[in-house]
C-alpha cells in the first residue's frame, strides 16, 4: 500500500513538470518541431529498426509537439493544431523528393496525434494545474 506522503510528493512532482512545460512551451515546441523536420526530412537509405510503428511514432511526435501548446494556451491549441496538420501535410508532400516515402497515412496519424496531445494536456491540466492553482 502506498503511503499518502508518496502520493502527495509524486503529484507535487508532476505539477512542478507541467509548471516548466506551461512556462518554457515556446522553446520546446520549437526544439520539438525542428526535431520532427528533421527526423522526416534526413535522407535515408533504409529506415532505421526501432521498436513500434511508423505510425506510432507520427502519432506520438505529434502528439509531443502540441502538448506543451495545448498546456500553456488550451483555447488557442486549434488555431496551433491546424498549423502543425497543414506543416506535417507539407512534409509528407516534400519527402518523395529527399529519398524518403510520403503517405498519407502517416498524416492521419499526426492528426490523430495533435488531438491525442490536445486531450492529455487537458486531462493533466484539469487533474494537476486546476487543483494546485486552486489551493493558492
Known sequence: MRSTTTII??????????????????ILTWIILITITALSLWPLDTLPSVPGSDKSHHLIAYALLI???ALHSPRRWLLY?????????????IQPFVNRYGEWLDWVANMVGVVCGVMLASLLQRIYLSASYSQR
Open 9 to 26: 510528493d509524486r503529484a507535487s512532482t508532476v505539477t512542478s513538470l507541467l509548471t516548466l512545460i506551461r512556462t518554457h512551451w515556446v
Open 67 to 69: 502538448f506543451p501548446v
Open 81 to 93: 493544431g491546424l498549423v502543425f496538420i497543414l506543416y506535417s501535410g507539407g512534409i509528407e508532400l
